[in-house]
């Protein structure tokens, strides 16, 4: 099983267009993407700006997978110019 977590700083002019298409980015995910266990958006409580992508993966493959598909790679780089920066990608794995 691989973890992931994608943590962008979003721009407060661009909040609601980077929430429409995460919200496209998570269903369509959820709905097609083989391997997928979780794929969810959430916002930190404290910095309303900062939001977190939680994914699990069946493995590595799965995810590779995810990353060429058409959906990603057509709704990721919409949301560049939203960020006050590169996103920050954590890879995980389960120990316990």
Known sequence: MVKVTASNNVKAECVEEYLA???????R????????????LCRDVND???FVMLEEWEDQASLDAHMK??????????????TAGP?????LEKVF
Do not use: Q, W
């Open 87 to 91: 996103p920050t990608l954590t890879l």
């Open 48 to 50: 309303p700006l900062h």
């Open 21 to 27: 298409i995460s919200k496209e980015l998570v269903e």
């Open 69 to 82: 598909s058409a959906h990603f790679t057509t709704l990721i780089p919409k949301t560049g110019g939203m």
């Open 29 to 40: 995910t959820n709905a097609d993407d083989a391997g997928c266990i979780k794929y969810e």
